[in-house]
């Protein structure tokens, strides 16, 4: 079935620091794919989204590309923040069959200053 | 301000009980979820609807149930067939129609513990 994969963490890195977050899909047809973020005790929020290969998610200095030929869409930000410090989750969502969304286990970055 | 809401923030079972998560939203959207988070897992799908009066079972929908009598409300009932309900319970909607291809809102979350 449909899956998502990321890096495990946690990532700690210094305030200013180049973020990469690995996330990596298997799906059948051609997902849309997701990030969002998780700030401690709330629900998700939409970082970022692309529907279809090639495609450049970008939300407040977060960058993700959907690579269909590495089946990846990997978040990265040039220079991180404390304020950045929180759990990313990868989603993909399936557009053809039940057209369910299927998050991966989730990656927390740690921002130190 | 349009979003969802969750009721209660926190919520104690005793063994036997079934509970009842409260989740409504004034979005005008279609499409509600409900989604189960324990650490190290992410987020797994229990219940969702696309349309009122019709939901579809999720990954892990055993010992849950779920209505959707109005286009606002999706309460989740947790029965004691669920063995090991405590987790983090997270609701969401979107506004449907966009098959696989819509940002999903989520409401702050109930979490449930066992007594």
């Known amino acids: 079935g449909d899956s998502v994969t990321q890096m495990e963490g946690p990532v700690t890195l210094s305030e200013e620091a180049f973020l990469t977050i690995n996330c990596t899909y298997t799906a059948t047809g051609y997902p849309s794919l997701f990030w969002y973020v998780q700030y401690p005790g709330e629900g998700l929020q939409l970082l970022l989204k692309a529907t279809k290969a090639d495609d450049k998610g970008s939300n407040k200095g977060f960058e993700a590309t959907y690579r269909k030929e590495t089946t990846s869409f990997h978040l990265e930000k040039g220079s991180v923040q404390v304020s950045d410090s929180a759990v990313y989750f990868c989603a993909l969502g399936q557009t053809s069959g039940t057209y369910k969304y299927i998050f991966g286990t989730g990656t927390r970055l740690k921002v130190l200053a | 301000d349009g979003g969802i809401t969750q009721s209660p923030k926190y919520l104690f079972r005793k063994e036997g009980q079934n509970v009842t998560l409260s989740c409504e939203q004034n979005?005008?959207?279609?499409?509600m979820y409900w989604y189960r988070q324990d650490p190290g897992q992410g987020l797994r799908l229990i219940y969702y609807?696309?349309?009122?009066?019709?939901?579809q079972k999720g990954d892990i929908a055993e010992g849950y149930s779920v209505s959707r009598e109005k286009k606002e409300s999706f309460p989740l009932t947790v029965t004691s067939a669920q063995k090991n309900p405590t987790a983090f319970y997270l609701c969401?909607?979107?506004?449907?129609?966009?098959?696989?291809?819509?940002?999903?809102?989520f409401g702050p979350g109930t979490r449930l513990l066992v007594l």
């Open positions: 979005l005008n959207h279609d499409a």
């Open positions: 609807s696309q349309i009122v009066n019709d939901f």
């Open positions: 969401a909607s979107s506004i449907g129609g966009q098959k696989g291809q819509e940002t999903q809102y």
